[in-house]
C-alpha cells in the first residue's frame, strides 16, 4: 500500500503544472537550506574558535600574572638621607621603587623629602637611637634610654614634622634602645597612633624592635641585607648576590644601602640587569606585615 500510495501521488502530481511548481519551489528550498548550513557551520566554527582564542588569551594573562607574583622581590631602603644634599638629590633620581629615609634635624630634609614623594618615593624617618657603644654619637634627636617618656616623644614628635610626608620610620644606629621593650613601646604607641610603618634596620641581633611592633599591632618588616658595610664595589656586588638568592628562597629581600658613591655606581647598574633577569624592585610598604 504505501507504494502504490507514492506512485499515485507522484503520477497525480506529473500530470499538473501546479504541483510541477510546487515540486521545484521544495527543491529549490532545500537547495538553499543545504547551501546554509555549512554557511550556519561555518560561523559557529567562526565563532567557537573565537571564543577560545579569548580562552587562550585569558588563560595566557593569568598565567603571566601567576609568573608576576612569583617573582622575587627585592625592596631597597637608602638611609642616611639629607645632611649631604648632593648625595641625596642622586638617591632621588633613582626609580621611585626605591625607598629613601631621611635623617631629621637636617636643614635640607624637608625640602628634599618633598622632593622625593613628589617623585613617587616612599619616605621613612631615619631615627638616630643610643647604640650599645657610647663613645659612638647617633647625631642630634637621637633616642637615649636616659630619656623620660615625655622627652622620647618629644623628640619623636619633632622629626614627623622635620620628614613631613614620611610613611614610616627605621633606626640609625640603635643597638642599645632596640634592645628595650618599654623604649621601643613608647615608639610603637606613637607609630600605631599615625598609622605608620616600622622598618627594623637590625643593628643588633638582639632587637625587640619587629616583636613589639607586631605586639602593638604596627605594620613592620626587617632589613635582611646591608649591602655597604664593606664599600668596596666588589663587595657591594656580593651583597647584591646574597640579596638575590634570599629573595629566591623567601620570596622577599629587605636591602638597606647607604648614599656612598659606590653603592649608587653598583645600584645603577645591577637595576637594569635585576628586572631583565626577574627579580621586582617594590617600594617598602609593599612587604610590610
Known sequence: ??????????????????????????????????????????????????????????????????????????????????????????????????????????????????????????????????????????????LLLTMTFQEVLHQLRLAFTQVPGAIGLNNHMGSKFTQDENAMATLMGELKARDMIFLDSRTTPATKGSIVARERKVKTISRNIFLDNDRSTIAIRKQFFLAEEFARKNGVAVVIGHPYPETFLVLEEWIPDAVMRGYTLVQISAVVE
Open 1 to 142: 500500500m504505501i507504494k502504490q500510495q507514492a506512485t499515485s501521488y507522484t503520477y497525480r502530481c506529473s500530470k499538473h503544472l501546479f504541483c510541477k511548481g510546487i515540486s521545484y519551489f521544495s527543491v529549490g528550498i532545500l537547495l538553499l537550506v543545504g547551501a546554509g548550513i555549512p554557511l550556519s557551520m561555518g560561523l559557529a566554527e567562526d565563532e567557537d574558535g573565537s571564543d577560545r582564542r579569548t580562552a587562550t588569551q585569558a588563560s595566557l594573562e593569568e598565567k603571566n600574572l601567576g609568573r608576576t607574583a612569583l617573582r622575587p622581590r627585592i625592596a631597597i631602603v637608602i638611609d642616611d638621607l639629607g645632611p649631604n644634599r648632593v648625595l641625596t638629590e642622586r638617591a632621588i633620581l633613582l626609580p621611585s621603587s626605591i625607598s629613601l629615609a631621611f635623617l631629621p634635624n637636617s636643614q635640607t630634609s624637608a625640602d628634599l623629602t618633598t622632593r622625593a614623594i613628589k617623585d613617587g618615593h616612599e619616605v621613612l624617618i631615619h631615627m638616630p637611637m643610643e647604640p650599645l657603644d657610647s663613645s659612638v654619637d647617633p647625631g642630634p634627636s637621637a
